[in-house]
């Protein structure tokens, strides 16, 4: 499967920002709705938010709404993942992945590598 690429992870305090990226082929970009999914060590992987294509439908988590925001640039084949007033239940590996708005990570397609995102108290 098309591995996509993330970045934008690191260590910060409770209260501050991060923003991830995740870059994937113009393919996969201009066709496909996309998500981020988090996974804390020994945790199940858990939805964060999903965007359509067109960006006409966004999606948020419970637990990461109104903190943090969901966007893509199609013509620069990027997704974005603001994070502000960050906790540190947030503390996770950070995935984007592509084929879907659903919260289920089983029915997304292609998966990236991951990005590590750690919250300090």
Request: proline share 2%; hydrophobic share 35%; with cysteine.
């Amino acid at each position: 499967h098309v591995q996509l690429v993330e970045s934008g992870g690191g260590l910060v305090q409770a209260g501050g920002s991060l923003r991830l990226s995740c870059a994937a082929s113009e393919r996969i970009f201009s066709n496909y709705a996309m998500g981020w999914f988090r996974q804390a060590p020994g945790k199940e992987r858990e939805f964060v938010a999903s965007i359509s294509w067109s960006s006409s439908r966004i999606y948020y988590a419970d637990s990461v709404k109104g903190r943090f925001t969901i966007s893509r640039v199609n013509a620069k084949n990027l997704l974005y993942l603001q994070m502000n007033s960050l906790k540190p239940e947030d503390t996770a590996v950070y995935y984007c992945a592509a084929g879907s708005v659903a919260s289920s990570w089983n029915e997304y397609n292609y998966w990236g590598q991951g990005t590590q995102v750690t919250v300090s108290s």
